[in-house]
């Protein structure tokens, strides 16, 4: 599949393939990438299109000054009116959560600017968070008067553990990319003009390790976090007789780079 030149723009989600490193944009610069409900569905399909174009890592970032400043408050009066639409709406951020925590290939958040709300657990769901001193976050949930989902509280929990998540969501407050560093949410803080390369760098070097390995460690970590590790034994026990188990093997003998095939 082609490189660079492989980009597909559909309802504001943008993603591009740069070898085996995936991307996936927010554009909703506007509104510091305020999603709509029609991103928010889109973003479980694309995904799954990065990795069937042979994305081993994904680059999750907003085009522009932000990552996310969450969902587009703006629409709610229409797709947020009553119980029912409430419902459905929120449906489609679970999805999308889902969608990012459970993706085959490991995702890093590149964060600048807002990472708010709806934003903040999609970075969450991420693997790896790296941010600009500068970002802001924040899960403003109680200045609207809305419960946050289940699912997308494990996933800031896990990130930032039960205290700090109640800090952050009892208070609405705004906290620094220091903070969430020193909280364990971020694993590193990166200057302005170096946040994308040092993004891409980390990228690439994931990217060229084992691929059948890195599902297997995904997975294990999940079943960590939730217990339920059948199928991170599954995908353990299949690295055991991979042709990629038999290069790594071999390289290691040879004195040389592995090349991984994911199979």
Known sequence: MTNKSQVIDVSDVIIN?????????????????????????????RLDELVDLGARTILVSGRGASFCAGADISEFETVRKNAE????????????FTALRNVAVPTIAVIKGYCLGGGFGL???????????????????????????????????NAVGA????????????????????????????????LSNRAEILAKSIAGLAPLTH???????????????????????ATFTSADYE???????????????GR
């Open 123 to 157: 970075a969450a769901a991420c693997d790896l968070r790296l941010a600009e001193p500068d970002a802001s976050f924040s899960v403003p949930a109680a200045r609207l008067g809305l419960a946050y989902p289940v699912e997308a509280m494990a996933d800031i929990v």
């Open 215 to 237: 599902r297997a460690t995904k997975a294990a970590i999940q079943a960590v976090l939730t217990g339920e590790s059948a199928t991170a034994h599954t995908l353990g026990q």
């Open 85 to 96: 639409t409430a419902r459905l709406y929120e449906k489609t951020n679970e999805d999308a």
């Open 163 to 194: 205290q700090n998540a109640k800090q952050m969501l009892f208070t609405a407050e705004r906290f620094t990319a220091q903070t969430l560093h020193d909280w364990g949410f971020l694993s590193e803080i990166v200057d302005n003009d170096e």
């Open 17 to 45: 393939l740069d070898g085996t490193t995936g991307t996936l944009e927010f554009h909703n610069p506007g509104k510091h990438n305020a999603l709509p409900q029609s991103l928010w569905e889109c973003i479980p399909r």
């Open 247 to 261: 290069e790594g093997r071999t390289a290691f003998r040879q004195k040389r780079k592995p090349v991984f095939k």
